[in-house]
């Protein structure tokens, strides 16, 4: 989507292995967030941030990390994929909880 | 903490029927409350949101959506279904405090030609 870039948009990657998925913004937006979704499931939220180094867990955070040392980017680490995480990531940004999000176009990612 | 339900994970209506996805809300305060579409191998797109003002709301390609407190509801409709209409929809909630949106499972509308 305009504005917000995911990187890679398609992953295949080993059972034990690291992996860093990249949410990329230009709107300086101050709100980053990371969801997977699962059929069945819908969204569920993994980690989020309201600024540079302040990130906080949702509800389906283990096994997962993330970090945010500029705005405009957002990482999300697998430390050590296993196959429950083969997954559609979204990251989304907003200037606040009002205005609504803005998503990216999504990372498919399968751990074999 | 608020939850979202989305009544139905597959809904089919005729091309031209009245569309109508349900959703139930929870949340201990006045929520704001967001209709997302999702168009296949794409990321969700904004339909409409409700955030205090009028309880009818207006979205793109003709949907909208009432927030009826009474009945924690904000059901989303369209009067006609189109065949581009096919996607899935989520619904999600907010409780104004700074938190991140909940997202329903979604419904899936199929629309029949």
């Known amino acids: 989507d305009a504005g917000i870039t995911q990187s890679p948009r398609h992953k295949v990657t080993e059972t034990g292995t690291p992996v860093t998925l990249r949410c990329h913004q230009t709107e300086n937006h101050r709100y980053m967030y990371w969801y997977r979704q699962d059929p069945g499931h819908g969204l569920r939220l993994i980690h989020y941030s309201y600024g540079v180094k302040d990130t906080d867990k949702g509800e389906v955070s283990d096994g997962y990390s993330v970090s945010r040392s500029k705005t405009e980017d957002f990482l999300l680490t697998l430390e050590s994929a296993t196959s429950s995480q083969t997954s559609v990531y979204f990251c989304?940004?907003?200037?606040?909880?009002?205005?609504?999000?803005?998503f990216g176009s999504g990372t498919r990612l399968t751990v074999v | 903490a608020q939850s979202v339900t989305q009544l139905g994970s597959h809904v089919s209506v005729s091309e031209g029927a009245l569309v109508l996805l349900r959703c139930n809300y929870s949340?201990?305060?006045?929520?704001?409350l967001f209709w997302y579409v999702q168009y296949p191998n794409q990321g969700l797109q904004l339909l409409l949101k409700?955030?205090?003002?009028?309880?009818l709301v207006k979205g793109i390609n003709g949907f909208e959506a009432e927030f009826k407190k009474s009945e924690t509801s904000f059901h989303l409709t369209k009067p006609s279904a189109h065949m581009s209409d096919a996607a899935e929809y989520f619904c999600?909630?907010?409780?104004?405090?700074?938190?991140?949106?909940?997202f329903g499972k979604g419904t899936r509308l199929s629309v029949i030609a």
């Open positions: 949340s201990s305060v006045p929520p704001y």
């Open positions: 999600a909630v907010s409780d104004q405090r700074n938190t991140p949106l909940v």
């Open positions: 409700y955030t205090s003002a009028a309880t």
């Open positions: 989304a940004i907003s200037e606040s909880e009002n205005y609504g999000y803005t």
